[in-house]
Every structure is written in C-alpha cells, then in structure tokens.
C-alpha cells in the first residue's frame, strides 16, 4: 500500500505528480542561487558566482599594486646601484688591495692599521659604511673637520676601524742591522735557546724593525706579547726587570751567532764534499779541464 507523500500543508495522493513550482531551463540558473558542489571528502559548499561590481574593485586594486611596481621598480634599482657603487666597490677594492684604492694609489698613500699592519675586511667595511655618511651626505664637510683635529688625519671612520692614512711612496725598507745589549751580554752567553718557529723568528725581526713606527702603546703591548713567547724558548730567563726589546735582540743576535758558528764549522767538509762531487772517479780526466 502507497504512503502519501507530505508537501506543506497537504498530502500528494499515490500517482499525483510532485510540482515544486516552475523549473529553470537548462542551463539557466536564476542570478543569486548559489550552487552546491561537492568535495572530495564529501562535503557539500554553497558557492555563489562572483557580480560584477565585486570583480572590477579586484581588478582596480591588481592594477594600482602592478602601477606602483613599475613606479617603485627604478627606485629599487637606484639603491641597489647605489650600495654597489657607495659600498660594494670600495670595501673589495680596499680589501683586495690592502688599502690602496686608485687614487691612493696615484698619490702614493695606503690605509694601515693603527699598529702598522695591513688592513682586512672589516677595516675596509667600517671604513665605506661610516665613508658613506660622512663623505657624500655630508659632502666630506664631518671629515675634513675630524682631519683636522688630529696629527694623523683621522676621520670618523679611521677612529671607528681603527686605520689611518699613510703616505708610503718614497719611504724606504731599511732593516736596522741587530745588535747585541751590553747589558745582556753575560746573560745570553749563558743561555741555551732553543730553536725557533720560523714564524715567531721573522715576527720578532718585523717587530724590531718597524717598533718605531707603532705608538707607544702599541710598541709596548706586542713587545711584551712577544717577549713572552720568545720566553718559553730560553733558559734561564732573562734578568728581573729586563724590557722586552732588549731581550728580543740579544735573542734574535745571539741565535743568529750560533747559527753562523755551527756553519763556519761545517764548511770545510762541506767544500771538501763538493770537491768531491767535481772529480770524476776512477781517475778519468775531466774533459772541459
């Protein structure tokens, strides 16, 4: 037996036809509907079709941000040639040169170290980041100022890396020849030295030779460093109260003394060999004799 079908207020007999209102052509759906898709999971979303209003204000604001890439896009490439040419250039040229960009280069000037030394890349990088303020946004007004209030011509940047500029076209590498302090003649007469790194050796000498160069400070602070790793290579240590360049060069002169003793003493077999290595053997003339 048929059940009714119950359609609002009323009841749909068995065999009468369900109408629910007038249908929509194919194809034609009523502006507002929203149509029902379902989803891989299952799940069913009412979406509705975008109006033409919501889509042009869309379109207007993808058109002002495309507007204002292009307006933007030259300013963004004058600051990134800004930084290449501002700092960039000038930290690998001094880097790569040792301070000697071309126009010290032309002049003969260099950019060293406060103690002497050749600068790296974070003198170089101190030296373009504060050149940048102080020499084109100020127009070199702060620098020139700074220059002038000091005996080396420091900037700003200078006192911040720790650098200045010096003038080394003309100047002259003499090595001071060594010499041996009276009044430690007796002390290393005495003393064993043992043999020493090559390094610590050729850093001692550079340090004897330019010690003039360094402000006091500096000049007492590596000489103490070094005096205390020349120290670990002597016995016994030098006299209570020795300063540190003294003790230096009676070591380095005293090292080089021996040195040129064992080799006088071995020169005679060594020219007795190489007379030697000359003769032909088993009594064969020497064709060019």
Known sequence: MSTPVSLGDRHLGPGEPCSLGSAAPSGSYPR????????????????????????????????????????????????????????????????????????KAVF???????????????????????????????????A??????????????DYLAGTYVARMRGVRSTVAPLGLPFELAGWVAVTDIRPLPDGLAMRARQFLSRAHQFPPAVRHRLGLRLAAQLELFVAPAPP??????????????????????????????????????????????????
């Open 32 to 103: 507002g509907v929203a149509d029902e898709i379902l989803t891989g999971e299952g799940v069913a979303l009412q979406i509705s079709a975008a109006s033409v209003i919501t889509r042009a204000g869309a379109w207007l604001l993808d058109a002002v941000a495309t507007g204002l890439v292009l307006v933007g896009l030259p300013a963004l490439l004058i600051y990134v040639l800004m930084a290449v040419v501002f700092l960039v250039v000038p930290i690998t040229v001094e880097t790569l040169t040792h301070g000697r960009s071309l126009g």
């Open 108 to 142: 003969g000037l260099q950019v060293i170290r406060d103690d002497g030394g050749p600068i790296r890349l974070r003198h170089a990088a101190v030296r373009a980041l504060v050149g940048f303020f102080e020499l084109w946004l100020l127009l070199g007004g702060l």
């Open 144 to 157: 020139f100022v700074t220059s002038m209030l000091n005996d080396r011509g420091k900037r700003v940047g």
């Open 240 to 289: 209570f109260g020795t300063y540190p360049e003294p003790f230096i060069a009676a070591v380095l002169f005293e090292r080089r003394r021996r040195e040129q003793a064992a080799f006088d003493r071995t020169r005679p077999r060594l020219m007795v060999q190489l007379a030697g290595i000359e003769t032909l053997p088993y009594g064969i003339p020497d064709p060019e004799s």
